[in-house]
Nanobody
Framework: QVQLVESGGGLVQPGGSLRLSCAASGSIFRLNAVGWYRQAPGKERDLVATITMSSGGSTNYADSVKGRFTISRDNAKNTVYLQMNNLKPEDTAVYYC?????????????????WGQGTLVTVSS
């Protein structure tokens, strides 16, 4: 199994910055891709950014965060970060980490998708 733990959320004023972390642990053979999603009250969960964990590490961002958020990785630590700058009140949401991982078994591996528990980001003056 794979566990994801997010951290770094909190209360910040408009224009401020936060860095979220998503640490993966467990019987990880390989992380394939990790994404950040967010869900505001009364709304659906939306994609924020994704990154592949292979060499090159291609990234993808929602239009609403391009130029303000940066997703990055530390493969050695199985950790992905989301640097959020110039935060706006509309960025207020619970931020979730999602990972596609290859889980090691005694005979090889299988692929699974898992979610973290979420971390709350509140942007308010």
């Amino acid at each position: 199994q794979v566990q994801l733990v997010e951290s770094g959320g909190g209360l910040v004023q408009p224009g401020g910055s936060l860095r979220l972390s998503c640490a993966a642990s467990g019987s990880i053979f390989r992380l394939n891709a990790v994404g950040w999603y967010r869900q505001a009250p009364g709304k659906e969960r939306d994609l924020v950014a994704t990154i592949t964990m292979s060499s090159g590490g291609s990234t993808n961002y929602a239009d609403s965060v391009k130029g303000r958020f940066t997703i990055s990785r530390d493969n050695a630590k199985n950790t992905v970060y989301l640097q959020m700058n110039n935060l706006k009140p509309e960025d207020t949401a619970v931020y979730y980490c999602n990972a596609e991982a290859a889980v090691a078994t005694t005979t090889g591996y299988y692929t699974m998708n898992c979610w973290g528990q979420g971390t709350l980001v509140t942007v308010s003056s």
